[in-house]
């Protein structure tokens, strides 16, 4: 069956708006599991926090595998979208399910036989690592419902269906909630509690989200091109975010948990309360210049597509200000409901208002990628990334070890990169090469 003409119009502020609004909303919903646990692990013990702080960027990596299929799900299908093309569209979400069961199976392996090594390589002791080693154990064998939702995100953002799939967050962080305060608060489960919170609340989610993709088209699995079409797209997003997760880990081992556990729990905090607040906003609008773009392109309309980055611009700048603005005068206000320790909110709140600084470079760079990522063109994405995110790793140690900084040296690497980063993407989006790529 041929494709039917595309009924798009012209691109407007309000357009993006609409997608990016319940897409920031979703993003903020997804952290919120996050943000819930650490809440969760500071009534348990500072060793507890600094375990589920730290494995955070395991979470990262677990992320990566299942946006080795994720990422290229989402440019296909929002060119299937934007040409009406019904027989594509079922071909991705085909594909998409398989591989992302594929993609569980290899995150269930890792965590259920390398949980204790991956706590010691990050240098957790004692009860952090023994937390940690548990944690990871229960949220990566039981986590089949995490690996399919990045798939189904990846085609509601395609669709533009940005607000179901913040209502079905809603319904999985709410459900996360509910349950935390059930294993870790009455049954006094810990951290292990914790996990199962977050694997349960999103089983309803990720069943009602399955109902809604196959309902348009339903799935189809032939034997074609379309699934090396997703992992061509789909490969180097999975392995820059691994290899930002890598990062975080030397990171950690290098130059953080040499400073104390007490830094370790503040990186979480500020890594999940506070970037957890502002960053999902700029993916909000990322997710929503990503959506317009594919579809427009696989509309042919490639002035459109490039407009919605104009018409981007100012917005992601706003919000980049914001963040800097909330960073620098409400860390102390964020930071001082996740811990009671004084040594702890010190560190959290040195991280916000040093960070503070980049966080309008943060915003740009997460609206070029969302131009790159949405015509397809993920590897520029990870050349401009990967060797600057392993430069912080050096930088980070001699200044926080090597020049005796201390925890002000991991957030200035981390700032002097992110500027770094924005700027090249930045450029690489206003070529334009990206307008012709062929997914």
Not at 227 to 256: K, Q, S
Not at 348 to 365: I, K
């Amino acid at each position: 069956m041929l494709p039917r003409p595309s009924l798009l119009g012209p691109v407007t502020t309000g357009e993006l708006l609409r997608l990016a609004l319940p897409a920031a909303a979703s993003a903020l919903l997804n952290n919120a599991f996050r943000v819930i646990d650490q809440l969760a692990a500071g009534s348990v013990s500072t060793a507890a926090q600094a375990a589920i702080g730290s494995c955070t960027f395991v979470l990262i990596a677990a992320y990566a595998v299942h946006l080795l299929v994720a990422a290229g799900v989402g440019p296909l299908a929002a060119r299937a979208e934007g040409a009406r093309d019904g027989n594509l569209a079922a071909r991705v979400v085909g594909v998409a399910l398989v591989g992302a069961v594929a993609t569980w199976a290899i995150v269930a392996v890792i965590a259920g036989f390398g949980a204790p090594s991956i706590a010691t390589f990050l240098g957790l002791q004692g009860e952090s690592a023994t937390a940690a080693a548990t944690f990871l154990r229960t949220i990566g064998v039981l986590g089949l419902p995490l690996a399919i939702a990045p798939a189904l995100d990846a085609i509601f953002v395609a669709r533009g269906r940005t607000g179901l799939m913040m209502q079905l967050q809603v319904s999985a962080a709410f459900g996360n909630v509910l349950l935390n305060h059930v294993f870790i608060e009455r049954m006094g489960m810990g951290v292990e509690g914790a996990a199962l919170a977050t694997v349960l609340a999103r089983i309803p989610a990720t069943a009602i989200g399955l109902v809604y993709v196959l309902k348009p088209h339903g799935a189809r699995l032939i034997r074609d091109d379309t699934a090396r079409r997703i992992l061509a797209v789909g490969t180097p997003v999975f392995v820059n975010t691994l290899a930002y997760a890598a990062v975080y880990f030397l990171l950690l081992r290098t130059a953080i948990s040499p400073l104390g556990a007490h830094v370790n729990a503040a990186v979480g905090i500020g890594f999940s309360a506070l970037e957890g607040i502002t960053y999902p906003c700029f993916l909000g609008l990322s997710l929503a210049v990503s959506s317009v773009v594919g579809r427009r392109l696989g509309a042919g309309q490639i002035e459109e597509a490039k407009r919605a980055a104009r018409l981007a611009l100012p917005l992601t700048t706003g919000l980049g200000v914001l963040a800097g603005v909330i960073f620098w005068f409400g860390s102390v206000t964020i930071c001082s409901p996740f811990t009671d320790d004084p040594a702890v909110l010190e560190v959290a709140v040195g991280y916000a208002r040093a960070l503070a600084w980049s966080q309008p470079c943060v915003a740009w760079e997460a609206l070029a990628e969302g131009v790159l990522l949405g015509a397809g063109a993920s590897r520029p994405v990870f050349w401009l990334s990967a060797p600057l995110n392993a430069l912080r790793v050096p930088l980070a140690w001699g200044l926080a070890i090597g020049l005796g900084w201390g925890a002000p040296g991991v957030w200035w690497a981390i700032n002097l990169t992110s500027v770094l980063k924005a700027a090249l993407k930045g450029l690489a989006t206003a070529k334009g090469d990206w307008s012709r790529m062929r997914i």
